[in-house]
């Protein structure tokens, strides 16, 4: 997939279908995330190892794109359990079937280690993306990942290019960070929620 094109004076996030700033959260549905919203946000995400520039990167894309068609082909089956992703996976739970579940889970891993890699990034300002992306790989992925797996990741963080080559691909020098800040607190949340949920024992298989 191409790196999309930025608009003048825009940004990488401008370009995206959905945005996890986006995504509605019901706070008297104990935080029910929207699916679909959420998908597509997820979806967009992707783009950024796009921009990252390396082969490397593509089974980490692939691995969350294959996770989101398995969460979408639940909700394709059976609509009207799965507006949110909680009601999506305990009411497939209940059919004693858990492959949108475990998606949802490998997915909330990928996205978690996504976000703590450029939170990281940016709040260190003399980081290299290799640094913070092997840091959030060895907090998130790594210990759930098989002995064949590993090295496929190891390779992509080592990939990584440099910061001043980066940032300058996502667009405006200045809205890039303010904008980038904003994102990921909500890609936060949204994973803090899921993680809450997939830890309790009805969402368990």
Known sequence: MSVPIIPPDGTLL???KRSFVDVPILADKDNAIATTEFLEAAESLTTMFDV??????SPVKNDMLGNVKKIRDRQAA??????????????????KKHTATEGLLWLTRGLEFTCIALSQNLAQESEELSASFRNAYGETLKPHHSILI????????SACPYRKDFYPKLGHEA???VELRTYLAALEKIVGILKG???RKEAKW
């Open 197 to 199: 949920f997939q830890s």
């Open 78 to 95: 059976a609509p009207a359990e799965s507006e949110y992703l909680q009601e999506l996976c305990l009411n497939e739970l209940k059919t």
């Open 14 to 16: 401008d370009t995206f």
């Open 175 to 177: 809205k890039v960070p």
């Open 150 to 157: 590993k090295p496929v990741f190891s390779a992509a963080m």
């Open 52 to 57: 990252l520039g390396s082969v490397a990167f």
